[in-house]
């Protein structure tokens, strides 16, 4: 079954560690993106590409990285971590010209830094 | 003024009556729009998506909208204890990347 996979689901890990969220889909969608969440609030977009090898920043300032090597992956890099990064992440995806699709979104990954 | 317009509630309502979720946006150009459903701790789930002025219905669902008034609206028929989450109303302004109001969140009471 086609679907957009994050691992891991929870990480609990300590400051200053360098981390990377993985995110891959099976359905063959150009464009990805990655949002952070906080409880009860908004989303936030914080990365996304249109393609392999384009990258952009979102609307949210975000210390993390990422990169897009193949099209079904899009991973998340945060290269020191800190108790602020604590928060879920959600990647996305939909492919390109159809604009009746909407957005996939993975089951989440949620990190907490202490 | 923010793109998607949502009220963050909480909207209270019993179990069998009808919720009424509703959303405005700001850009003219937009051209479809979703409502996404997320239960607490959970990712967003696409329930609905509309482009054309007017409803459209989808079991217990019902998508209006109205490009003159810029505003979408969600209806629940018969409303479950199960439809409890938060409701996201999302619009694509001209053909970029999908904007999200910040969601209302319903309770449905037994």
């Known amino acids: 079954e086609a679907d957009i996979y994050q691992t891991p689901r929870y990480l609990v890990i300590g400051t200053g560690k360098k981390i990377t969220l993985e995110c891959s889909q099976t359905m063959g969608h150009d464009k990805m993106y990655w949002y952070q969440q906080d409880p009860g609030m908004e989303l936030h977009l914080i990365h996304y590409?249109?393609?392999?090898?384009?990258?952009e920043k979102g609307d949210l300032s975000s210390e993390s990285t990422v990169s897009r090597i193949r099209t079904e992956h899009f991973p998340l890099t945060l290269e020191s971590a800190r108790p602020s990064h604590t928060s879920q992440y959600l990647c996305?995806?939909?492919?390109?010209?159809?604009?009746?699709?909407?957005?996939?979104f993975g089951s989440g990954t949620r990190l907490t830094v202490v | 003024q923010k793109e998607v317009e949502q009220n963050s509630g909480p909207l209270s309502v019993p179990e069998g009556a009808i919720a009424s979720l509703n959303c405005t946006y700001s850009?003219?150009?937009?051209?479809?729009f979703f409502w996404y459903r997320q239960y607490s701790g959970k990712s967003p789930e696409l329930i609905m998506f509309?482009?054309?002025?007017g409803d459209k219905e989808d079991g217990r669902f019902t998508a209006q909208l109205n490009k003159a008034s810029q505003y979408v609206s969600l209806l629940i028929r018969d409303s479950q204890p199960s439809d409890s989450a938060t409701y996201l109303c999302a619009s694509i302004p001209g053909f970029q990347k999908l904007v999200f109001g910040t969601g209302t969140r319903l309770l449905v009471s037994p």
């Open positions: 996305a995806s939909s492919p390109r010209g159809r604009l009746n699709y909407g957005y996939t």
């Open positions: 590409s249109y393609g392999v090898n384009s990258t």
């Open positions: 509309i482009y054309s002025n």
């Open positions: 850009d003219r150009g937009s051209q479809s």
